[in-house]
């Protein structure tokens, strides 16, 4: 499966791109590799990489920008950013611009695996011959909205509602056990694939925030995702 699978590294030091191809590509991985933003953004639309694994602090344009530019041109591929500073708004602002993950350096191949495995998108994953049959074969869920599992669309009144793969895992995941309430540690769990204690658990919060702001028609008001204070979140039918 992984060798048909390609991963965009943007990465400026030259031994961290060395060290990341060699293993990536031990494990079956293609990989092409950029050491500054803009040429990471020009080979995240040339190559059509399955993952980005992002650095911050790149040349000509710094890693938020290129994976805000992404997201802007809907360009909804998985984006691990990279970071060496463990700021909490370092970490906030990433996952408020689209990125799915991230991970801060120094860290061990093992652990970035596990990201990589529990990020990139699932294999096979079958392309709708139009949207308009995609919606038309989307299962209800609730209210307006819609979900056909085989091309991994969202629908909110017919209309595509453009989710990152991880904003899509997590909508599904809670909309397939309705009105059971989740910790964010269970949905660390069960939708990221690794469990996480302290303040890593703010990206489950920025994650549901980001998803009501594109399928609720008034995100201060939700009435798709809602919070059990002091318990977790859960999807209401």
């Known amino acids: 499966m992984n060798s048909q699978k390609t991963i965009l590294i943007v990465e400026d030091e030259k031994n961290i791109v060395d060290i990341l191809?060699?293993?990536?590509?031990?494990?079956?991985?293609?990989?092409?590799?950029?050491?500054?933003?803009?040429?990471?953004?020009?080979?995240?639309?040339?190559?059509?990489?399955?993952?980005?694994?992002?650095?911050?602090?790149?040349?000509?344009?710094?890693?938020?920008?290129?994976?805000?530019?992404?997201r802007a041109e809907g360009n909804n591929v998985p984006v691990i950013i990279l970071t060496a500073r463990e700021e909490e708004s370092d970490k906030v602002l990433g996952l408020e611009i689209g990125a799915d993950d991230y991970i801060t350096k120094p860290f061990s191949m093992r652990e970035l695996s596990a990201r990589i495995g529990a990020n990139i998108r699932r294999s096979g994953m079958a392309a709708p011959a139009s949207a308009a049959s995609a919606a038309a074969s989307a299962m209800p869920v609730a209210g307006e909205l819609s979900i056909n599992t085989d091309s991994h669309q969202v629908f909110r009144g017919g209309a595509v509602v453009e989710l990152t793969q991880r904003e899509y895992e997590l909508l599904t995941f809670l909309a397939s056990h309705p009105n059971k309430v989740y910790s964010r540690v269970d949905l660390m769990e069960q939708v990221w694939n690794y469990g996480y204690v302290g303040s890593d658990v703010r990206t489950v919060d920025v994650t549901v925030r980001r998803l009501r702001e594109k399928i609720e028609a008034d995100p201060a008001n939700p009435v798709y995702i809602l919070t059990r204070r002091g318990v977790g979140y859960y999807f209401s039918v």
Do not use: H, S, W
């Open 21 to 70: 191809r060699f293993n990536l590509q031990r494990e079956g991985f293609r990989t092409c590799e950029a050491y500054d933003g803009e040429d990471g953004l020009n080979k995240a639309r040339t190559e059509n990489p399955d993952l980005i694994l992002l650095d911050v602090m790149l040349p000509k344009m710094i890693g938020f920008d290129v994976c805000k530019t992404l």
